[in-house]
């Protein structure tokens, strides 16, 4: 199985293990996140996450991710949710 369909056959569990980590090894860096969202994404396939979160191109999308333009709040939620993950927030 080449890099490209592991990460396409990547369960949400296992997506979400790889966000978790990286904030954690990032001391919550909202960038680093980004990044490992964005790399996350590619691996999704761009156009077919754009299309499932509905409102926003794949072009945008990917810039977005990539810090060309701003992001949402709501644009982190959908592509999360299209994943299969939901965001919570803790105590520390």
């Given at each position: 199985m080449s890099g490209h369909e592991e990460a396409s056959a990547a369960t949400p569990q296992a997506i979400a293990d790889r966000l978790q980590a990286c904030l954690q090894d990032n001391d919550g860096d909202p960038k680093a996140f980004i990044d490992a969202l964005a790399a996350v994404a590619e691996n999704h396939g761009l156009v077919t996450l754009?299309?499932?979160?509905g409102g926003v191109s794949a072009t945008t999308l990917r810039r977005q991710l990539c810090g060309h333009?701003?992001?949402s709040l709501s644009t982190v939620m959908r592509v999360l949710?299209?994943?299969g993950i939901r965001l919570q927030v803790q105590a520390r």
């Open positions: 754009a299309a499932e979160c333009y701003p992001t949710r299209v994943l």
